[in-house]
């Protein structure tokens, strides 16, 4: 990268700064929700920083520079054309940043703020020690990853509403990424709040398929995420210790990503040993770069698996490696999912 920079970005480093300054962005649209900015702009007519502070309880002068800089990054429009100027939302805030929309990914934002930013804090120590920082961030046993991912049941919706938010986003691309017509049953391992799931079943309503997740997660998903019109079933336990159900197709979604490899080695052997003759697993994850020097985004995954997880990213030819070794042999095209069949 370096040696293509203009001598003007040598003078000054306006993109270094700009990477400095990342977590400020961060904040400002983690914070704008938290306080309920995106929520009340979306069912209101423009409105003044005063009015907006009244309504949310907060400081004027604090509503004044939050909005402003909501409207520098282009997340709020606001007109200057009257004595007052009034704030409104942009397509994009009332799409993605206001809790009552369709695709909302406010649950992922109180995730990526409260819980990741929090790791991240201590991700030199992470890259000192090679392993996670749940135990200094949150009191909680590096080794028992998902004791700390749901050491409460308010974290654990949190991050139930992270995934869910991520297929909203992702589920269709991935459930159409192969045909997945000819399974005719499926299941969903880890498969969380089903968001991932009911995209299949749209998508191939000839198909039974079936969550399985922990007794916690999938008494949550039924409680907390359901939808009138789901055609999915739940059924408890965990994957590495009980009796996985027959299927003709696993899914393992943003899964395999959160071990090392010889727990992703015990997993799939325990699928393949009781997937159907022609069956597969569908492997979801995001892809590294054969030379590792990206996508960025994954990098920056494969991180945050470094300081809250076992896990890492990895490259299609490691993920192909793993599922040789483990007896699943791999057809098809690789894109950012893996179709492995029997």
């Known amino acids: 990268m370096a040696e293509h920079l203009s001598q003007s970005e040598l003078d000054y480093p306006f993109k270094l700064l700009e990477y400095f300054n990342g977590f400020r962005i ?3 649209i983690f914070s704008a929700c938290e306080l309920g900015v995106f ?3 979306l069912t209101s007519d423009p409105l003044s920083a005063g009015q907006i502070a009244a309504q949310l309880n907060l400081s004027a002068d604090g509503a004044e520079r939050l909005l402003d800089a909501l409207v520098g990054i282009e997340i709020l429009e606001v007109d200057t054309t009257q004595a007052t100027a009034l704030y409104s939302s942009t397509d994009v805030s009332s799409l993605y940043l206001a809790r009552g929309s369709s695709k909302s990914l406010w649950d992922m934002i109180q995730y990526q703020s409260q819980t990741i930013y929090p790791l ?9 020690e090679g392993k996670n920082q749940n135990e200094k961030t949150f009191g909680l046993p590096s080794e028992q990853i998902f004791q700390a991912i749901y050491r409460s049941e308010e974290e654990m919706l949190k991050f139930m509403g992270l995934m869910n938010s991520s297929w909203i986003l992702d589920g269709h691309d991935i459930v159409t990424a192969f045909d997945l017509a000819p399974f005719k049953s499926i299941v969903d391992l880890g498969g969380c709040t089903g968001a ?3 995209e299949v ?4 309503p000839s198909s039974a398929v079936t969550v399985f997740d922990l007794p916690s997660v999938t008494e949550a998903a039924q409680k907390h995420f359901t939808q009138e019109d789901d055609n999915i079933t739940f059924q408890s336990g965990d994957f590495f210790t009980d009796v996985l159900p027959l299927a003709d197709l696993f899914v393992l979604a943003r899964i395999v990503h959160d071990w090392p490899e ?4 015990s997993l799939l052997r325990r699928i393949h040993s009781v997937c159907k003759p022609g069956g597969g697993v569908l492997l979801v994850e995001a892809l590294l770069f054969e030379n590792r020097r990206g996508p960025v985004m994954t990098q920056c995954f494969s991180l945050n698996m470094l ?3 076992e896990g890492r990213e990895r490259t299609s030819s490691e993920y192909i490696a793993i599922l040789n070794k483990s007896g699943v042999s791999r057809t098809g095209k690789c894109y950012d999912a893996i179709l492995a069949l029997r």
């Open 262 to 265: 010889e727990k992703c080695l």
């Open 201 to 204: 079943s749209r998508q191939y």
């Open 39 to 41: 929520d009340l702009l």
């Open 307 to 309: 300081v809250q997880t």
């Open 196 to 198: 991932l799931a009911r």
């Open 120 to 128: 991240w804090n201590n991700m030199a120590d992470a890259v000192r």
């Open 26 to 28: 961060s904040k400002i």
